[in-house]
């Protein structure tokens, strides 16, 4: 089991950036899929970005492809996303997401979540 808390979320005009960070705690974290997801009211979860154990693979949805980078530092127990030229459609709360899944973006194969941060872009 992985625990796992997001921080950096807050209010930014569109066009600007942020970096959210996932810190994690238990021994399962340098083997575990991690991933981002988001949610906006009345919406469902939605996949953002997601990396395999080791780092070598990431993926992203294509609506953030080309704005937003995953990373991770298993030595640091941290996983990154790194959000630029935001727009106003990315406002959610972010949730950090640890396990083992087929499929990164699949949420229904996650087994950790965080509690989520807000990321708002203001027009």
């Known amino acids: 089991q992985v625990q796992l808390v997001e921080s950096g979320g807050g209010l930014v005009q569109a066009g600007g950036s942020l970096r959210l960070s996932c810190a994690a705690s238990?021994?399962?974290?340098?083997?575990?899929?991690m991933a981002w997801f988001r949610q906006a009211p009345g919406t469902d979860r939605q996949f953002v970005a997601g990396?395999?154990?080791?780092?070598?693979?990431?993926d992203y949805a294509d609506s953030v492809k080309g704005r937003f980078t995953i990373s991770r530092d298993n030595a640091k127990n941290t996983v990154y996303l790194q959000m630029n030229s935001l727009k106003p459609e990315d406002t959610a709360v972010y949730y950090c997401a640890a396990g083992t899944p087929y499929a990164l973006m699949l949420p229904n194969q996650y087994n950790d979540w965080g509690q989520g941060t807000q990321v708002t872009v203001s027009s």
């Open positions: 990396i395999r154990w080791s780092g070598g693979r990431t």
């Open positions: 238990g021994r399962a974290f340098s083997i575990s899929d």
